[in-house]
């Protein structure tokens, strides 16, 4: 990382002059060597293009809370992309990650959290519903003994049309060694069929809300509102239209709301996420030692 972001910043800020009629496209005194050298990996440099207009490029790491990862992303991510479930979840590991970013000697506003959200819009959550089964394909059918394991059941595919039975509800409990088993028994309580269960997202890879505008600005407003995201990594059922019926049927819902910013505040990705100005190393973190000029 420290040698990326050397070469990032091995063009002085005024280099890249770019004047086509003169010929003259940098000011070859400000790109300047690095010479840089770890343990591991070693460069000279200098980067044989000028800087991207951000200065640095945004930074993200994603992943679970290892230590390893904590400490990555404190000393030099700007953005987390994290795998949670549920509110208590993602305000801990979010609470982990900006600990780290201090315990780095940064800001901790500096590293913006993002949960991740998968999102099917649509007039109903029947609607939408029938949409995820249509985009999945039959799928359910082979998941459906490992939403029993989910719920403490014992549950077989030629039930996939039927809800679970009012003695099935009494005995089913979230199982504690799978975060999802929550969202799964809130869902069956609300008498869908175990197909329905499914389709609502419940076994997926990150939280998913399926129905009206409304319900998925919920979602966001009420996670971003407890402090468990700074803002969401946001997964449509189809990129080819999911992404614009959310832009079209959750995002003013948020502006209403007033949780979700009307105009852009700058040009670039660092800008908008509110992110200071970074050029080069990082000079709280630089450990001379391992550099030489």
């Given at each position: 990382m420290?040698?990326?972001?050397?070469?990032?910043?091995?063009?002085?800020?005024?280099a890249?002059?770019?004047?086509?009629?003169?010929?003259r496209?940098?000011d070859?005194?400000?790109v300047?060597p690095?010479?840089l050298?770890?343990?591991?990996v070693a460069?000279?440099g200098?980067l044989?293009?000028?800087p991207?207009?951000q200065g640095?490029p945004?930074i993200f790491t994603?992943?679970?809370?290892?230590?390893?990862?904590?400490?990555?992303a404190g000393?030099?991510?700007?953005g987390f992309?994290?795998?949670?479930w549920?509110i208590?979840?993602a305000r801990?590991?979010?609470?982990?990650?900006?600990?780290?970013?201090?315990?780095?000697?940064?800001?901790?506003?500096?590293?913006k959290?993002?949960a991740?959200?998968m999102?099917t819009?649509a007039a109903?959550?029947?609607?939408?519903l029938?949409?995820r089964m249509?985009?999945t394909?039959d799928?359910?059918p082979q998941?459906?003994?490992?939403?029993?394991?989910?719920?403490?059941?014992r549950?077989?595919?030629?039930?996939?049309?039927d809800?679970l039975?009012a003695?099935e509800?009494?005995?089913?409990?979230?199982?504690?060694?799978d975060?999802?088993?929550e969202?799964?028994?809130r869902?069956?309580?609300e008498?869908?069929?175990?197909r329905?269960i499914l389709a609502h997202g419940?076994i997926?890879?990150h939280p998913?809300?399926v129905?009206?505008?409304?319900?998925?600005a919920?979602?966001?407003q009420?996670?971003?509102?407890?402090?468990a995201a700074?803002g969401?990594w946001v997964?449509?059922?189809?990129?080819e239209?999911g992404?614009?019926?959310?832009?079209?049927n959750?995002?003013?819902i948020?502006?209403q709301?007033?949780?979700?910013?009307?105009?852009y505040?700058?040009?670039?990705?660092?800008?908008n996420l509110?992110?200071?100005?970074q050029?080069?190393?990082?000079?709280r973190?630089?450990?001379p030692?391992?550099?030489?000029n």
């Amino acid at each position: 990382m420290q040698l990326v972001q050397a070469l990032w910043g091995s063009w002085g800020r005024d280099a890249w002059i770019g004047d086509q009629a003169s010929g003259r496209y940098f000011d070859p005194a400000q790109v300047r060597p690095v010479n840089l050298r770890g343990d591991h990996v070693a460069t000279r440099g200098p980067l044989p293009i000028p800087p991207s207009e951000q200065g640095q490029p945004v930074i993200f790491t994603a992943g679970g809370p290892s230590p390893h990862l904590l400490s990555i992303a404190g000393r030099y991510a700007n953005g987390f992309i994290a795998e949670v479930w549920t509110i208590e979840e993602a305000r801990a590991q979010r609470a982990m990650v900006r600990e780290a970013a201090r315990a780095a000697g940064r800001d901790p506003d500096e590293i913006k959290y993002f949960a991740g959200v998968m999102t099917t819009v649509a007039a109903t959550v029947r609607e939408g519903l029938d949409r995820r089964m249509a985009v999945t394909g039959d799928v359910a059918p082979q998941r459906v003994r490992m939403l029993g394991q989910m719920l403490g059941l014992r549950l077989e595919p030629s039930r996939i049309d039927d809800p679970l039975t009012a003695d099935e509800l009494a005995r089913a409990y979230a199982a504690p060694v799978d975060p999802r088993s929550e969202i799964a028994l809130r869902v069956a309580r609300e008498g869908w069929s175990v197909r329905d269960i499914l389709a609502h997202g419940v076994i997926d890879f990150h939280p998913t809300v399926v129905g009206p505008g409304d319900l998925i600005a919920d979602h966001l407003q009420d996670w971003f509102e407890a402090e468990a995201a700074d803002g969401f990594w946001v997964i449509p059922d189809l990129a080819e239209s999911g992404l614009d019926a959310f832009v079209d049927n959750v995002v003013p819902i948020l502006r209403q709301r007033g949780v979700y910013p009307r105009d852009y505040v700058g040009s670039t990705l660092r800008e908008n996420l509110g992110l200071p100005a970074q050029y080069g190393l990082d000079p709280r973190l630089t450990d001379p030692a391992q550099t030489s000029n």
